[in-house]
């Protein structure tokens, strides 16, 4: 499994293949997740027409292994404009390869390029993998929501990662 990552906008086409792929990445969080393909389909529209330029597909050899929708004008009502991360997923067998923060850097650079100062996001309470994942990219908890956790941080001027 070696390749680059190569990141482009997603498209319409693409949605099938991203569904699947988002069911396949919430099995044993399914709270966390769509309750089926059609739902997800429906949510991933909805990220598509909600963050035109920062719904972001990665590939490697042509195959696709992640995505991300991040909206560089996102309104929070605590910190302000953000760029607000909606979702990243990696397929399981690509994690810890970089695919996610190649997505994350482009997202950064989003962000960056539409005035932003800081990134956010909900991740689930029970999501502990993907909590310690932010965290060690330099989110911090700053709240919580019944289920959700809301986490921000800085983002990095485009040299600093």
């Known amino acids: 499994m070696r390749g680059q990552v190569v990141i482009r906008l ?3 086409e693409d949605i ?3 569904a699947q792929l988002l069911m396949r990445a919430y099995q044993g969080l399914e709270a966390y997740g769509e309750e089926s393909v059609s739902e997800a389909r429906r949510y991933l ?3 598509r027409r909600t963050c035109k330029s920062g ?3 990665a590939e490697v050899n042509g195959c696709v292994v992640g995505f991300i929708a991040a909206c560089p004008e996102w309104k929070d009502w605590e910190l302000g404009t953000v760029l607000e991360i909606h979702e990243i997923v990696v397929a399981p067998e690509w994690q810890g390869k970089g695919v996610g923060r190649a997505l994350l850097n482009q997202a950064y650079s989003l962000g960056h390029s ?3 100062k800081l990134a956010a996001l909900w991740v689930g309470v ?3 993998k993907a909590r310690e994942w932010y965290k060690k990219l330099g989110f911090k908890e700053i709240g919580r929501w019944g289920e959700w956790i809301r986490m921000f ?3 990095p001027e485009p040299k600093d990662e």
């Open 10 to 12: 997603g498209k319409l």
């Open 16 to 18: 099938d293949e991203l």
């Open 45 to 47: 529209k909805w990220l």
């Open 55 to 57: 719904f972001l597909v």
């Open 114 to 116: 539409h005035g932003r």
């Open 126 to 128: 029970g999501n502990m």
């Open 153 to 155: 941080r800085p983002i």
